[in-house]
């Protein structure tokens, strides 16, 4: 997972990635916000688990949901 800030262009990868769309979400997503003080190492080991099983958590979707508009637009802010 990559995602780039558009107000400054940092660029964030893998855990620090999630922390990032968590923090633009707001609400209760921001307190993944406090993962920030588990060691990186350990964050993306924890991310790159839960990459290679998502599938086999989930099988049973055809397809992934589109986001809501309003979900959209906090991302892009």
């Known amino acids: 997972m990559v995602v780039v800030r558009e ?17 633009a979400l707001g609400g209760f997503w921001k307190l993944l ?26 099988q049973n979707l055809d397809s992934c949901r589109l986001p809501d508009p309003e979900v959209v637009k906090r991302l892009r802010s």
């Open 7 to 23: 107000s400054d262009g940092r660029v964030f990868l893998r855990s620090d990635a999630v922390i990032e769309v968590a923090r």
């Open 33 to 58: 916000i406090f993962a920030k003080w588990i060691p990186r190492s350990v964050r993306d080991r924890l991310y790159q688990w839960v990459a290679d099983n998502r599938f086999r958590w989930v």
